[in-house]
């Protein structure tokens, strides 16, 4: 390719040729319900927890996979993104409990 005055410019690159989602957004779905539950912490509604629960299963469970799907073993595959998504689901869970007994209000 060239431009006006000659120079070559080099050819856009796609920088996901698949159509997959970038890395950080499967991060962020695996943290969104860290995200979600802190604000919620003051109101003490017990039908919520059920929900934020199934969040995380499904968000953690959702990002564990995502994140591995550049991977061709497929058993590697499975047993990495069961792996990623246990992490994830402890990490919203213990984020949560560390902000909730810091006393910090939102």
Known sequence: MQNDSGNK???PVKP???GRP????WLFCAFAPSLIAIP?????????????F???????LSAGIGLVRG???EIARFFLGLFLAGIFFVLNVMIVI???CSHIRY
């Open 9 to 11: 410019t080099p050819a």
């Open 22 to 25: 970038p890395k950080f957004l």
């Open 71 to 73: 991977i061709t073993s």
């Open 54 to 60: 199934g969040l995380n299963v499904l968000c953690s």
């Open 98 to 100: 560390f902000v909730g």
């Open 40 to 52: 919620m912490l003051n109101a003490a509604v017990p039908a919520l927890a059920p929900l934020l």
């Open 16 to 18: 996901n040729p698949e």
